[in-house]
């Protein structure tokens, strides 16, 4: 199958810096990308979707000026979370779809954020 | 909004034995449904993906079905080992370009 890579796999931040995730599609071009966030012992969330070219559309709740999505290119997005605190300690994971791939959804190996 | 829910949160069975994962979601309008396995601390790997027009999946140990109309899926595991070992995960979409909804997962451990 297609391949998302994720990066960085782990970071730890200071409370109030601000962390970039990077998504990549490397054999693919995702025309849309997804971002969730899974706390401990709880699923996936989706918290935005982002198309390429165009603003990320963000799910109720999730802030859109502290949870920053670009997706300038077609094979990759970006989510920086900005001025971070302990409570976005958590598992970001990104996905990625085309057309060109099917139906089936891609996944990053995704990044553990962890803020102290 | 589209609910996904696993059964059981927690399963532990002695190696070699069958085994079954319920996934039920509220909604049937759904396009595709794709299980996933994930490992402590990691990503998801992609099991088996099931369009809605499918009744069922097969991939070696694996057997997924899908019943639309009563918005219910299982996984079957035949002879686990201790490497299948993981969370298991279904998901639910409305089409290639909408997001998942990811059930609650079932913690799947194989003793040896």
């Known amino acids: 199958g297609a391949v998302v890579s994720q990066h960085p796999s782990w970071v730890i931040c200071k409370s109030g810096t601000s962390v970039k995730i990077e998504c990549r599609s490397l054999?693919?071009?995702?025309?849309?990308m997804f971002w969730y966030r899974q706390f401990p012992k709880q699923s996936l969330m989706l918290m935005a979707t982002s198309n390429e070219g165009s603003k990320a559309t963000y799910e109720q709740g999730v802030e859109k000026d502290k949870f920053l999505i670009n997706h300038a290119s077609l094979t990759l997005s970006t989510l920086t979370v900005t001025s971070a605190h302990p409570e976005d300690s958590s598992f970001y994971i990104c996905?990625?779809?085309?057309?060109?791939?099917?139906?089936?959804?891609?996944f990053g190996q995704g990044t553990r954020l962890t803020v102290v | 909004k589209q609910e996904v829910t696993q059964i059981p949160a927690a399963l532990s069975v002695p190696e070699g034995e069958n085994l079954v994962l319920n996934c039920s979601f509220t909604d049937s309008a759904i396009y595709n449904l794709q299980w996933f396995r994930q490992d402590p601390g990691k990503g998801l790997t992609s099991l088996l993906l099931i369009q809605s027009s499918q009744r069922e999946q097969t991939s070696g140990r694996l057997n997924a079905s899908l019943d639309k109309s009563s918005g219910r899926s299982t996984l079957y595991i035949a002879a686990s080992q201790p490497g299948d070992s993981a969370t298991y995960l279904c998901?639910?979409?409305?089409?290639?370009?909408?997001?998942?909804?990811f059930g609650t997962g079932t913690s799947l451990t194989v003793i040896p």
């Open positions: 998901a639910v979409s409305r089409g290639t370009g909408n997001q998942f909804y």
């Open positions: 996905s990625a779809r085309s057309l060109g791939q099917g139906v089936e959804a891609f």
């Open positions: 054999d693919f071009q995702a025309t849309t």
